[in-house]
């Protein structure tokens, strides 16, 4: 499956024209690009699904929520792509962004809720050496680079400020990303650089699912 270049010529032209009117005289284009756009996503679905357990795939919605928010344009000016694994006993998710010039593709834990939060730093706090172990991997460096996310400037509440794991303790999303050029993603190979990608950053989902779906005993919850 390949992504056309009209793809990011529509997404160029709603940038400059980010108005109910344009969208409505081009929403044939839109709803074209929407098929081959969700094409792509069931086809890496299928795919993600000869080694790993996704059960749905989600593009998102083009429309904007405009409710709260002083930019009132009514349409996003790129493709936000889902693929949800198999929950509670699978953690974490992939995401592709398709933008011109902001294309990248992550995966991790972007908002974990307080519970895994706490259960993921008791975790550290116990012993981080596998985690540093997985994150230091030539696999995983050398696709994804260094994790990222939010952290908190000093110790999380109950928490040791001097323990040697704090830098990974402070943390509050664990993410990895992979930017891609707009060359890139019209490439016929896009789909099979991204499937690669995520084969190598397992290590990391399987030691976070073993993390979240145990208690501090490593009992399972499920």
């Known amino acids: ?7 990011f010529t529509f997404l160029k032209k709603l940038k400059n024209n980010n108005n109910r009117e344009w969208f409505a005289e081009n929403k044939p284009k839109f709803k074209e690009l929407e098929l081959e756009i969700k094409a792509f996503g069931e086809e890496l679905k299928d795919r993600l699904n000869e080694f790993d357990n ?8 083009i429309y904007r929520d405009i409710r709260f928010s002083k930019d009132k344009t009514p349409f996003k000016t790129h493709f936000g792509l889902y693929w949800n694994r198999l929950k509670p006993r699978l953690r ?4 592709l962004h398709i933008s011109p010039n902001n294309n990248f593709l992550a995966c991790g834990f972007w908002d974990p809720n307080p519970k895994d939060l706490y259960r993921i730093r008791k975790e550290f706090l116990h012993d981080a050496n596998e985690f540093r172990k997985i994150l230091k991997s030539k696999e995983i460096y050398s696709n994804w680079g260094n994790l990222e996310g939010t952290e908190l400037k000093t110790a999380p509440r109950n928490f040791d400020k001097n323990h040697p794991d704090i830098d990974l303790i402070r943390k509050k999303q664990f993410v990895f990303k992979i930017n891609y050029s707009d060359k890139e993603v019209l490439e016929k190979r896009f789909i099979d650089k991204i499937e690669l990608s995520l084969k190598t950053i397992r290590p990391f989902l399987n030691y976070m699912t073993d993390v979240l779906t145990t208690d501090e005993n490593g009992e399972s919850l499920y």
Not at 1 to 7: A, E, N, Q, V
Not at 92 to 95: I, S
Request: glycine share 16%; aromatic share 22%; hydrophobic share 35%.
């Open 92 to 95: 974490g998710g992939y995401y």
């Open 54 to 61: 996704v059960d749905r795939f989600k593009l998102f919605r």
């Open 1 to 7: 499956m390949i992504l056309g270049s009209k793809t």
